[in-house]
């Protein structure tokens, strides 16, 4: 993925924290997938009263993207509230795994600081994402 490519998936995930809907945490987090082929699918978290049935950004956007066909992702990018960036939840990392290669990229920006992307991959993220396809123990710490 070029330069262009990334900054824009930045300001689509950004922009999508505009939709979030966080009236219990404040924490407004926008998502942007980027699938094969190119279009972007974008998504935000969405809260409810019911803590536990809060849906994070990423997931909403997987989903969304899956639902309209594309299930094949080339890059993440999440923006999160304040000046650091941070990292996709492990269980919204596991859904990812499913939808794309261990090297696709995952970009984080805080809204605070947008110039200050950080650039990482789910191999890091996530080194040992469950899968049915691929059979193998946990290395030992
Ligand atoms: N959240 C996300 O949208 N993505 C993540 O990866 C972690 C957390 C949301 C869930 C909740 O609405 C708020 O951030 C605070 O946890």
Do not use: W
């Not at 922009?15 to 699938?35: D, T």
């Not at 000046?83 to 290669?101: N, S």
């Amino acid at each position: 993925m070029n330069d262009a490519a990334d900054k824009a998936l930045i300001r689509s995930a950004l922009a999508a924290r505009k939709r979030a809907h966080a009236p219990y945490s404040g924490f407004a987090v926008g998502a942007a997938i980027r699938v094969s082929g190119g279009k972007t699918v974008c998504g935000c978290n969405v809260e409810n009263a019911s803590y536990g049935l809060t849906v994070c950004a990423e997931r909403v956007a997987a989903f969304k993207a899956v639902s309209r066909g594309f299930d094949s992702f080339r890059a993440l990018a999440v923006a999160v509230p304040g000046d650091e960036p941070m990292p996709p939840c492990g269980a919204c990392l596991q859904v990812l795994a499913e939808f794309c290669g261990k090297d696709i990229p995952i970009i984080m920006v805080a809204a605070g600081s947008p110039g200050r992307p950080v650039r990482t991959c789910l191999r890091k993220l996530l080194p040992h994402a469950f899968s049915m396809h691929e059979r193998r123990g946990a290395s030992r710490c």
